[in-house]
Every structure is written in C-alpha cells, then in structure tokens.
C-alpha cells in the first residue's frame, strides 16, 4: 500500500471496526470475531501506524485499553493505571520480546515468571489493615467501576487476612475473575432449559455476572478468583515471585501453576507444556502471561501507552478445523425455541470428535451466509459447544444449496413466529407442540423440580411417546394403570414399585420447586422461589396481576408478563387443579416468617440507584421485613421512593412531580428500629481478623 489516502482509508476502517468490535465485546460481552481475529485486525493496525505515524488516528485503539466504565455501578480511579497486555501467538515473538528485554537491561542478568492466562475479567481489590474494602474493574484503565459487593460474594475471596509481619497496611491485589467451566456448563443448562440464550463463553459470563446490580445473583453464579499481582506505593517486595508468594502467606488464591524460568529456553518448555495440559483445567485459559521478575528491572523498561514492557502474553492458537456441514436440523425445546444445529463430518478437535456445532440462531445462518455441504471451519476456543466460525468459499460447490429457515415447525407443521427483538424462532403451539410437551415432562421430573426416582427424563418420554403421559398431572394417574405398565418392556415388578414410590414421595416436594417444574418460561428456580415467598400458595399467585408480580423483587416486567399469561391458559389451570387433588404441595408450608417490626406497614416504597451499605436486595429484605410493601412504578400513591446513587433523572422529576418524598439510604434506615446485632458482634477492630484459608497455592484444591 503507498497511496497514502489509500493507507489512510485503512487506518479509518480499522479503527472504526476496533472500537465497535471492543464496544461489543466489554460492553455487551458479545465477541462477534474470534480473539485472534481481533488481534490480527489490532496488529494490522498497529503496523501501518508505526510505518506512517502521521497517519495514526488520535483516539487509536493501539494506544488505550479497549474498555470503558458501564455507568451502572459508582466509579473509582485506579492509584495505578491498569494496562493491558502486548500479546503475540507466535513463539518467534517471544524470542524477540527476550531481545527486547535484554537490550533493555544491558547486560544484567535477568529470569522471568510465567502464569496461566487465566480468561476472565481483571480485578483490582484493595486491602486496608488486613480487610477486602474495595474491589473495581479495569473500565478504562484509569478509572473502573466499583463492584465490591459483588466482588465480596466470591467465596475464596478472603474479607480478612491473616495477620503477616511483612504485610503492608495497605495494598492493592489484582487478578482475574472468573467462572469455573462446570459452572458455566450448569448455568447454561439452566439458561437452556429456561429458554434463555445460551452464553458464548466463561469470560462473557463472568463479565456479565459482575456486572449484575443484585448481588444475590452473583453469588449464586459462583465465581472464582485468582490473585497474580500485589501493588503497593513503595517498594515492597524485590520480585515478582517473591510478591506472588507474600500473597499466598497472606491467604489470597494464587493458581499455583506459575514458574520462574531462567531464560526464554525455560519459558518455552513452560509454553508447550501447557498447550494440551490446559485442557485438563476446570477453568478457561487462553495463553501464558511471561513477566521479567525483578521489580527493579521491571521498573527500567517501563511502559507504553497501553501495557508494559516488561511483560508479554503468549496466546494459544484458537483450536480450529475444517469439515464438511451435512445438515443442519432443528431442535425445539421446552419453551418452544427453535435452535439450528449443523451436523458436519466428525473431525478430531481439542482433544474430543466433533459431530455437532451450534449455529444459535437464524441469524448466524444468515450472518456466515451457509450453504449445505459446505467446507466450514469450527472453533472450540475460549467457547465449550463448538460453533462455526467461517466457510472455505474456495471450496463451495456451484451445487451447495443455500440452507432455508424453516416457516413452520419441524415437529408440528405450526407457522413459526419470532417475537420482536428475539433471535429464536419459536413454535407457538404450546399445547399440542410433542418435543414441548415431552421436554416439559422431562423438566417436572427432573433433579432440581420434582426429582422423581424411577421417573427419569428417559422413561418420562418413552411414556410420552407411548401416550401414557401427556403432562405433569397425568403421572399421577399412573397408579391407577399399575396392570398397563406391567405389560412394557424393559418395566419389572421393582421397577414399577420404585415408580410408583417415587411419585407419591414427590407430593412432598414443596411448593417452589413445583412452581419451577411447571416450567413457565423465564420462572427459573431463583425466581420461582421469590414468587412462592412472596405469594405462599399458588392461588395468590394465579389471582395476581402481571403488574403486581413484577413488583416482586427479582421479578422483571418480562417474567411477570409470562407468568401472568401461564396462568391464564385453561389448560394450564386445569393442569393445576388435577395436581391439587393428587397432593402436590401448592402452598408454602409453615409459618409466615414474623416481620421484624410493623414500623413501615401501610407505606410503599421504589428503590433506584446504587447504594453504599446495602445491595438493593437488602433494602428490599428490609422494609419488606418491617410491613412495607415494594412496588415498581412511581405514582402519587407512593410513600416514599429510595434514591441511591446514579438513579435516573426521569424517576427523580416524575417523584417531585408527584410530590412523592425522596429520602436516601440514611433516611431509611432511620424509619426503621435501631439494629440490635452490632453490639453482640463484639468490638470492631478485634486484633486478630478471622481468616479464611481459602484454596490458596492450588488450582481448585
Ligand atoms: N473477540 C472480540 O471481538 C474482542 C474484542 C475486544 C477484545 N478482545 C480480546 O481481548 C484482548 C484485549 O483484552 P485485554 O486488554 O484485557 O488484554 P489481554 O486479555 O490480551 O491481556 C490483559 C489481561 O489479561 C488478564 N490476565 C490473566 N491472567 C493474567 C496474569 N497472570 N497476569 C496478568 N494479566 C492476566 C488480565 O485480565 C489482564 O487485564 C484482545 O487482545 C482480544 O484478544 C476480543
Ligand atoms: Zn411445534
């Protein structure tokens, strides 16, 4: 390229494409290419900067880190700036990188320390004498969002060191959030089996999950931590190993992967030792993070705009192969969602056979514009379900056919619909729709609903597909068909007894997690257990409005909407009452919890914003607790609405409009009884904080 408005045109394009693509990806967690194409692009870039440097745009991806602050949560600056990474996926890199350092240091000698590159968000947490007070994101790498209560969830995470004589009182730990893969898979099943999109990777999920406002729900989500820095303002420490130790002494978890190698020969055995080796790790890495280990050393090369010289990550290729797509068929599951699902020819990929690839959505088939019998490539990178990342056009037959979309459904001829702003196709005929009725089946009797012994999700649809069963109340009628059952296969005396056990021991199941196995959409068991809660019997919850429910906390407009119009369907009902005369539990057992006083009975509240001492759920919990009511909109009914931080303008007018008084968390907390519990927690400052050990030193010890 020497036309320099034709090299100018590039560098426009490429920035451009940059900052959407990072826009995306810290954003909205959504990676649209694969890392390495991204780099590729940021490389490119890159290069014809450094050859024309007149060129270069201002505000060039190359010269910041791609994130930004989300404006959902406070913000704080960093003391110290937190970079980004040089990163190279060739081993001819790393070699000049060791050059690099060698000339930088003059001659000195040197050795370096490598790590896992753990794939998941980086965090910054503050310790001060010995307590965890501040955890923030990297943002823009001068200023992050602030996310120590959902950082405090992190059970490994110690909130109190043990006490260490070389301790610094105070001192910032940086490392990766993340989301351990069984986790991931869990919550995917869950997200699948609830009709929600599935997450594309650990990272987006872990990334996703900080940024929830409730920490509730974070906590639920299990996320780990891994310390692999420790900042402090003076000198401290001579190296970085001897930090990295300090920081397992102090009871934080250290992935005890990390060796110190003596030269760029020793790094690259570590490099090849965990190109496989890391697939064995119940956690997601995308490289090796080399670091020069003498802090002083460290300090001589110094930095560039965007990370430091000192330090380089080694990112493994992404895993990928090429084979051919022979069909795509399509899945309907519980809700009716209609998932693309390529078949290829089977071909060895990261250490399994790949069959199978996900295509999502209508939208990918359009997106990578595929044919059938096409060459595609699949990719098994950061991501768990392979998927299709490109086709080899060179090698498309004129024959290919050009795959169409269904229109109607593949099991039950119904005109598919897709709701607005849906990426699903969906088949509405809910009633009739045989893989819906069969996968709800599945799901009533499955382990977290109703958890039938000798009613697996295999035999439940074996009886579907025999007619014996068609929904969830017609298993209870199966005692009485003991003399039909006998004559199937494959169905003993024994058998039939466990059966038959497990369905009257099912009546005992309590009332939320029936609520989940009736399988609305959207009611997972979070949410189940909420309405139940709220409610206590199922005939408060089908009397009520969409609109009341969705002013139960943790129940958004969109779950109450579905709720409210599951419980509208007569069939549905019916399905209810038949279920009431078997003895499913359909209520709440026990006692209503005894509110903690009756201080706010007759007075409703709206909670907006961010708060300092409490997440937005315990303020619910609360006043709640102490007779209130929570509602979801502003009118001139209301009593008072709760406003914290960065709470929206609109809401704060409509109030004043309404003349609805605006108190803070403060206030609040002065309408309620004065707490009782810090007296008895004993002195605040007691000399020696409790310690939690942690797992530290190990990978998931
Ligand atoms: N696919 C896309 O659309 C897309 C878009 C934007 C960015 N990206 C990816 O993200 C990268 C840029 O992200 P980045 O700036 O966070 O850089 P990076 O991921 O290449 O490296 C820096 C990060 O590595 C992490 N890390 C893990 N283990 C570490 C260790 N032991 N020591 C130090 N750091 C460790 C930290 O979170 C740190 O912030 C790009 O190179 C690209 O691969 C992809
Ligand atoms: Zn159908």
């Known amino acids: 390229m020497s036309d320099s408005s034709a090299v100018q045109q590039r560098i426009q394009a490429l920035t451009e494409r940059l900052h959407h693509l990072n826009h995306q990806y810290y954003q909205l967690d959504i990676s649209e290419v694969s890392d390495q194409e991204f780099d590729q692009l940021l490389a490119e870039l890159q290069q014809l900067e450094t050859e024309y440097p007149d060129l270069a745009l201002p505000n060039s991806p190359t010269r910041r880190v791609g994130g930004t602050i989300t404006k959902q949560f406070p913000t704080a600056a960093h003391r110290f700036p937190m970079l980004s990474l040089g990163n190279t996926y060739s081993e001819d890199d790393l070699r000049e990188f060791d050059e690099r350092?060698?000339?930088?240091?003059?001659?000195?000698?040197?050795?370096?320390?490598?790590?896992?590159?753990?794939?998941?968000?980086?965090?910054?947490?503050?310790?001060?004498?010995?307590?965890?007070?501040?955890?923030?994101?990297?943002?823009?790498?001068?200023?992050?969002?602030?996310?120590?209560?959902?950082?405090?969830?992190?059970?490994?995470?110690?909130?109190?060191?043990?006490?260490?004589?070389?301790?610094?009182?105070?001192?910032?730990?940086?490392?990766?959030?993340?989301?351990?893969?069984?986790?991931?898979?869990?919550?995917?099943?869950?997200?699948?089996?609830?009709?929600?999109?599935?997450?594309?990777?650990?990272r987006n999920a872990a990334s996703g999950t900080l940024k929830l406002q409730n920490s509730t729900l974070v906590a639920a989500r299990k996320l780990r931590f891994y310390a692999y820095s420790l900042l402090t303002p003076g000198r401290h420490f001579p190296s970085h190993s001897a930090a990295l130790e300090a920081l397992t002494r102090y009871g934080l978890p250290v992935s005890d992967t990390w060796r110190r190698c003596a030269n760029i020969a020793e790094v690259l055995d570590f490099v090849h030792q965990w190109a496989k080796q890391r697939f064995e790790l119940p956690v997601a890495t995308d490289g090796i993070v080399i670091k020069v280990d003498d802090l002083r050393q460290q300090d001589q090369l110094g930095y560039t705009a965007k990370s430091p010289r000192w330090a380089i990550a080694y990112k493994y290729p992404a895993e990928a192969a090429r084979t051919r797509l022979n069909e795509v068929i399509y899945n309907v599951g519980r809700t009716g969602a209609v998932t693309p699902v390529a078949m290829l020819t089977p071909v060895p990929l990261a250490g399994t056979v790949v069959k199978r690839a996900t295509l999502h959505n209508a939208n990918q088939i359009e997106l990578l514009d595929l044919r059938l019998g096409d060459m595609v490539y699949v990719e098994k990178g950061g991501e768990i379900i392979p998927k299709i990342t490109g086709v080899d056009l060179s090698a498309r037959s004129a024959e290919a056919i050009p795959i169409e979309y269904p229109t109607v459904c593949p099991a039950c001829s119904t005109a598919l619909v897709r709701p607005e702003g849906e990426a699903h196709f969906r088949c509405p005929n809910e009633r009739g729709c045989p893989p819906q009725l069969k996968a709800r089946l599945e799901h009533y009797v499955s382990r977290k609903a109703l958890n039938i012994d000798g009613l697996g999700a295999e035999t439940v649809g074996r009886f579907f597909d025999l007619g014996l069963v068609n929904t969830p109340a017609d298993i209870y009628d199966l005692p009485a068909r003991r003399t039909e059952l006998v004559t199937l296969e494959r169905m003993g005396q024994k058998s039939i007894d466990n059966l038959l056990a497990g369905i009257e021991a099912s009546k005992q199941v309590t009332f939320p997690r029936v609520l989940f196995g009736l399988g609305i959409r959207y009611v997972g068991e979070t949410v189940a257990?909420?309405?139940?809660?709220?409610?206590?019997?199922?005939?408060?919850?089908?009397?009520?409005?969409?609109?009341?429910?969705?002013?139960v906390p943790e129940v958004g407009g969109v779950i109450a909407v579905a709720a409210a119009h599951w419980f509208r369907q007569p069939e549905n009902i019916e399905i209810i009452e038949r279920l009431r005369q078997a003895g499913v539990q359909l209520a709440v057992t026990g006692e209503a919890p005894v509110p903690a006083s009756d201080r706010l009975a007759g007075l409703t509240f709206v909670i907006s914003g961010v708060f300092e001492q409490h997440s937005r759920d315990e303020l619910q919990q609360l006043i709640i607790s102490n007779?209130?009511?929570?509602?979801?909109s502003i009118s001139k009914k209301l009593s008072y609405l709760v406003a914290g931080d960065n709470m929206g303008p609109a809401k704060r007018e409509k109030a004043l409009g309404f003349k609805v008084p605006i108190v803070s968390e403060t206030e609040l907390m002065a309408l309620l009884p004065a707490p009782v519990e810090a007296a008895a927690e004993g002195p605040l400052d007691a000399p020696e904080p409790v310690v939690n050990t942690g797992s530290q030193g190990q990978l998931f010890g």
């Open 529 to 551: 257990q909420k309405l139940a809660a709220h409610y206590r019997t199922i005939d408060a919850l089908m009397a009520a409005s969409a609109e009341e429910m969705a002013a």
């Open 627 to 632: 007779g209130g009511k929570i509602t979801g």
């Open 101 to 202: 350092v060698q000339r930088g240091l003059e001659g000195a000698p040197y050795s370096y320390v490598c790590e896992l590159k753990i794939d998941g968000v980086a965090m910054s947490l503050r310790y001060e004498h010995g307590e965890l007070t501040q955890g923030v994101t990297r943002g823009d790498g001068t200023r992050g969002d602030v996310v120590t209560a959902n950082v405090r969830t992190i059970r490994t995470l110690p909130l109190a060191l043990r006490a260490g004589l070389d301790r610094p009182e105070d001192f910032e730990v940086r490392g990766e959030v993340f989301m351990p893969l069984p986790v991931f898979d869990e919550l995917n099943a869950e997200r699948e089996q609830n009709g929600e999109p599935l997450l594309a990777n650990p």
